[in-house]
């Protein structure tokens, strides 16, 4: 891309970031020379279409006349589905070279914003992985990590909550800086079923986007379909398997009025070509219920060999149509985006709920920082209110954040500021439902914790009193001359940032042992207390100069009762498996300044637990992938294709070293199915006394429920919080957690030297707050957070992931309270 950038006046490549790993991330702008020398005029355009209700007839008319449509393709974000960006220097070769009338016109209308790689770590993890076992019988195999720094296959979930550097970077693009029109995101499927899927997307699709989006990418799909099969390929196959309901992925940007879409490709070995025979050829699933030719795949493909050369030839169709169709369509296409544009802004005007107000007063104000400035990362404008206000009766104090929703991207805001809704459609009249793809609950202020009012009424008041956040929001006030001491609120999970860095780099910090009071202002137990020194200030001044709220400065000394403070040495379990949850625990762990060392469940014969621990990690995975390596489903194993260096599980000696932990004093932490290791008997193995045989006082009844009909994919379930114990520390008496119901727990009276205490449990009634749950009765009164205690071990399980992908932040303090119980 390089080369063809300095030797080709058609394409010009721009550096948009960095990955998670550090490598450069880049836009190739390819199109005609004369547009690529405007670039920045017609990104003007662009931004102009995009976000310019107001545009007068005549500068709407000059903008269509001379504007182009800009495509924006991200390729391979899924490092395995490698195609794609295989296909990209020949897709960039043939264009910039082409002399193609049909090519050169479109290239005339088109700009094609190419991301060569959305991950290029990934990438070369998989590339030398893949070298490594050329021509070895494990050639081909999957391999045995996440392809990402931390997350993985969930890149593709990471569009709403912005974590990575890489999502930051393709979110810009279509947020801040270019505002395509199209986006396509290009991925690979499974091996043998169709061998290309186009949009348009299944049932359901999402609420709030409208209908222009739902008709366009109807559009490009079907001249896909048309031009892929025209060139003899076969298997283009559309409506089927991939719904459209929940934001997360690229596709994010279709709540923001890009006709945005996915293509899918059949997979084979990565770049090792597959043979299918044709009676392994199968679909079934939602739009495509057998492999025959039918209305969605009218040219089924045969099987026979399968290569990614093939694979590369339907990349290069599908991507030269979708110029194509943006071509002959684009005086159409750019009056769109500016009549999306005027519509949403409309509906924001009339249509309720007309504001979102985020009160002043939060529990967590570090969060609520957090919240404005990732949505004006998402390209919404936010404001504040420059005096108190009284609204629906409430009372709103100056300095109260406010999102107008008559904005461009309107329903974005709806989207992931309201509570969720599934929208449950039927295969047929009364039939049965159309089950989620993925979560149903996004809700930002619920799964951060902030307070957000949604005000349906309209307010002139409100418009006369708001004034717009330019810049990067925070809470922050210039600490006085001198003070004696700073205490970081509880309450605040940037506390907890400070904290742990504070501690880490060699400066004491306490907790408070009870509630005070000084000045008028209460500090709740857990605050952390920092007593400075002229040693360490310009330490601390350091550590404390990317903080976005003032912690408290106190000019007095505090005379109350605190605890130091200690760091335990910190064990996290990550399976071989692709395990995104250990990787989003690693990315959370490192955000909050925690350290830690990976264990893999094959290493546990070989750790000294006892001597190197304090806490060990159990994020959510299958127990039979940890205990024994593999998959088992009933009595069946399912035998994956890593080279077998990769296939150890933990085991009945590595068991054995993990209980001996328990017995010296450890903690173990562990959530989701991974709880399931520590129920029924264990043993502790002693050398010369008779083996220990206990049972700890809980059991896992989530089957139960299960066969009872309680289904919950993903949602948000309201979750009561005992109070005054050490890992509730910090805790509103009710959050929403994030739970698939498994595992659900019921705790029993404990016999010899155990205990358990029920630290969360779900309500009797009113149990979901955002999602979807089928018989959520069955889910009410049940214990979902658990303190248990053997001899001096102990345990803390979550039947939620308190950290899930990174994006519930209002449950990350019971994560890092529960490690604080250690004892170091
Ligand atoms: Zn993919």
Known sequence: MKILDEASPRVKLTEIGQSPM????????????????????????NKKLALDPNLSEQEKEKMIRDGKVFVLGTLSMHSTEVAPAQAAPLIAYDLAT????????????????????????GMTMIVNHYRKYKGTKYEGSSMPRVYHKYVGHDNNRDFVTLSQSDTRAINRIYSLDWFPQVMVEKHQMGSTGTRYFVPPNHDPI??????????????FGANMMKDMTREGLAGVSQHFLFDDYWPGSTETCIWKNVIGMLTEGASAKLATPIFIEPTELSVGGKGLSEYKKSINMPLPWEGGWWRLSDLIQYEITSTMSILKTSSIHREDILQFRNDMCKKEVEKGENLPPFYYIFPEKQHDKSELVILVNLMKEHGVKVYQLDKDLIVNNIHYAEGSIVLPLSQPFRAFIKEVLEKQEYPVRHYTPDGEIIKPYDITSWSL??????????????????ENSITEIEGSFDLLSDP?????????????????????????SGIDVERLSEDILMNDKKYHKGSFLI??????????????????????????????????MSMP????????????????????LDQYGISYTVIKPGDFEETEFNEEFDV???????KSILMEGKYKRGDDYYITDYPPEYTKGIGKEGMKNLMAFVEGGGLIISWGQSVNLFEGTLTITHEKEDNEEFKLPFSDISDDLRKKGLYCPGSLVKMKILKDHPVTLGMEEEIGIFSRARPVFLTSVPNFDMDRRVLGVTPEKDILMSGYVEKEELLGNKAVMIWLKKGEGQFVFFCFNPQFRASTHVSYKLLFNAILIAKP
């Open 22 to 45: 550090g490598r450069i991330m880049y836009i190739a702008f390819i199109s005609d020379e004369d547009n690529i020398n405007r670039l920045d005029e017609l990104k003007e355009y």
């Open 98 to 121: 082409t002399d193609d009338p049909l090519k050169t016109k479109w290239l005339r209308d088109v700009v094609y914003m190419m991301v060569p790689n959305h991950n290029p770590d």
């Open 616 to 622: 060990v990690i159990f994020p959510d995975a299958d």
């Open 206 to 219: 999402a609420e709030n986007v409208d209908a222009g989006i739902w008709n366009w990418s109807g559009i």
């Open 531 to 564: 007593r400075p020194t002229d040693k360490n200030a310009d330490k601390m001044n350091k550590l404390l100069s990317d903080m976005s709220v003032s912690p408290c400065y106190l000019s007095t000394s505090v005379e109350a009762k605190t605890e130091k």
């Open 569 to 588: 040495g910190i064990a996290l379990i990550e399976t071989n498996f692709h395990d995104m949850d250990a990787g989003w625990t690693r990315f959370v």
């Open 445 to 462: 202020p619920l799964h951060f914790g902030v307070k957000a009012d949604e005000i349906k009424i309209e307010s002139a008041e409100i």
């Open 480 to 504: 006085p001359d001198t003070y004696s001491a700073i205490i970081f609120p509880v309450e605040y999970n940037e506390s907890y940032k400070a904290a742990f860095r504070i501690l880490t």
